[in-house]
């Protein structure tokens, strides 16, 4: 006894297990019959442990009622025959993909005791033991399991609905051992989905999704992804303050300077345009020679697009300089230099500028903590209980002509230079020295009776390693064989 039900993803044949739950064979058969089924959607999908459907219109729907047995749909009226009680085989478990069993619930007076209506229950991977004496078992998928896989892949929400609807387009007894129950009229061809069926589509089953081809919109999609992900990327290691920061529209970017040309000179010849906060020559942080850019701030936004449109291009100490926005953040952040940012924090808004908005997407507002210039380091940072304990020990800042601190010409000793030499103190002490074990027996002989050691017998090399005897009963020794031979 089989059934084949049609999907929008593809067939499933199922098998029926009449002898072992005929009651719950009956009603789905019949069901198939009438075409109950055509147009349910699959309402609920747990990847890789089970699909639920079997409502005509769909539990989310307010005009659907749950769904209900074959007797109960033939006879409307009596509401005790809308759900039936289903047979229960300890020996039938959901063990393998593809058990079909039917959906049930607890009877409100007595929770021991189970009702089934139309919903049905397919499993999408092995060993589903939650469902035993849950749901009761009826059936197994004996073909279409490539169905099933597509299914388990589909696209779902955060109650398990698939995004684009999966239907039972129709279903097809192809084996029915039992005899109609009276009223049953088979329909004469498939029908057509009602109101409230239409009314449930999110995504047609067969909506075809075009997605867009515009290459010049693909591509200001992918390039504002990938903006994103970078700045991201950037607030993590610590190279923006926020990812959602934008430069500020009071900075010049002033660049192809000539390496001799000084702060002043520079702030002298923009501060015709307007109040200037600060002029800073980016400068090599090892040799102090100028890098031959610049950031110029500006108190007003006018006074920096006036020297923007006059600057551009003019002579500088025989360099033609561009002068453009900057595109920067740098200066903001906390890792520029201190005396600029404190002068510009004074003046209030986040990083000094007052129509910037902090809003971290990494670390909340707990605010970044420097560590080193190690991308590593910045990123496993918040590994510890908290910034401040993981923080780096800075290393000891060097006198350019007279030394450090210490007065010797070399820099500090190390924090840990203390605990390295009781480290070595305790390996090199005589307490860990390898001691021979005296046996018990020889304790024993080489005490006295009142409890002190016999003192050691001597065990020179003379008393038994005398070299002139040995010397002696050599020669000794060849004589005698000198005697021999001559007799």
Same mark, same amino acid.
């Given at each position: 006894?089989s ?14 297990? %009449? !002898? ?18 055509n ?28 769904? @209900?047995?074959?007797w ?7 509401t005790?025959?809308?759900a ?11 063990? %393998?993909?593809g ?7 607890p ?9 089934a ?5 397919? $499993?999408?991977? #092995? ?15 004996v073909?279409?399991f ?26 097809v ?19 057509? #989905? ?6 449930t589509?999110?995504v047609?089953?067969d909506?075809?999704? %075009?997605?867009?081809?515009?290459p010049?919109?693909?591509?200001r ?12 990327t950037l ?11 934008a430069?500020?529209?009071?900075v ?10 000084q ?9 015709r ?16 020679d ?9 108190? !007003? ?28 953040v740098?200066?903001?952040? !906390? ?9 510009? @924090?004074s ?21 970044f ?29 060097l ?9 010797r ?11 390295? +030499?009781?480290r070595?103190? $305790? ?15 020889r ?12 003192? +050691?017998? !001597?065990?020179?090399?003379? +008393?038994?390693?005398d070299d002139?005897?040995?010397?002696? +009963? ?6 005698r ?7």
């Open positions: 006894m059934v084949l039900v049609e999907t929008s993803l593809g067939d499933i044949t199922i098998d029926l297990r %009449v !002898d072992e739950a005929p009651k719950c064979c009956e009603n789905f058969l019949k069901l198939c019959k009438i075409k109950y089924y147009f349910s959607p699959v309402h609920n999908v747990q990847p890789n442990f089970s699909f639920q459907t079997g409502d005509p219109i769909g539990p989310g729907s307010k005009d659907s009622d749950g769904g @209900r047995s074959i109960g749909e033939l006879n409307p009226a009596q005790a025959k809308k039936f009680q289903p047979e229960f085989q300890p020996k039938l478990k959901h063990e %393998v993909m058990t079909v069993s039917m959906a049930t619930a009877a409100p007076d007595d929770p021991d005791q189970r009702y209506g139309s919903q049905f229950i397919i $499993t999408l991977g #092995p060993k589903v033991d939650f469902l035993d004496g849950k749901a009761a078992i009826f059936g197994n998928v073909e279409g490539d169905t099933l896989e597509k299914i388990n892949a589909a696209y779902i929400d955060d109650t398990g609905r698939p995004l684009k609807d999966i239907r039972i387009l129709h279903t007894v192809l084996d029915d051992p039992y005899e109609d129950p009276e009223g049953l009229v088979e329909p004469p061809e498939s029908p057509i #989905p009602s109101a409230a069926q239409l009314a589509v999110r047609a089953h909506e075809v999704l %075009v997605e867009e081809n515009d010049e919109a693909l591509e999609v992918r390039r504002e992804r990938e903006a994103r992900a970078q700045a991201l607030e993590m290691v610590g190279d923006l303050p926020f990812a959602e920061v430069p500020p529209e009071n010049l970017f002033v660049c192809k300077l000539n390496p001799v040309t702060d002043e000179d520079l702030e002298l010849i923009f501060s345009f307007g109040k200037i906060l600060s002029c800073e020559i980016i400068k090599d942080k090892r040799t102090g100028s890098l031959q850019y610049a950031f110029i701030e500006y108190s !007003d936004q006018k006074e920096c697009e006036a020297a923007y449109l006059k600057m551009d291009g003019v002579l500088i100490d025989d360099h033609r300089i561009h002068v453009d926005f900057s595109q920067s740098s200066k903001i952040a !906390d890792d520029w230099r201190d005396v600029t940012n404190k002068k510009r @924090r003046r209030g808004g986040f990083g000094g500028i007052d129509n910037l908005e902090k809003k971290k997407q990494y670390r909340g507002d707990s605010g903590n420097r560590v080193s210039d190690s991308v590593v380091n910045n990123l496993i940072i918040d590994r510890g209980n908290s910034p401040s304990e993981n923080r780096a020990p800075s290393r000891p800042a006198s350019s002509s007279h030394g450090n601190a210490t007065g010409g070399r820099p500090e000793p190390r924090r840990d230079e203390a605990r390295r +030499r009781e070595i103190d $305790t390996y090199h002490d005589d307490r860990f020295k390898r001691v021979r074990s005296r046996s018990p027996r304790d024993r002989r080489d005490r006295e009776p009142d409890g002190s050691y016999k003192p +050691r017998r !001597d065990r020179s090399r003379d +008393r038994y390693h002139r005897s040995r010397q002696d +009963r050599s020669r000794d020794r060849n004589r064989d000198d005697r021999r031979r001559r007799d």
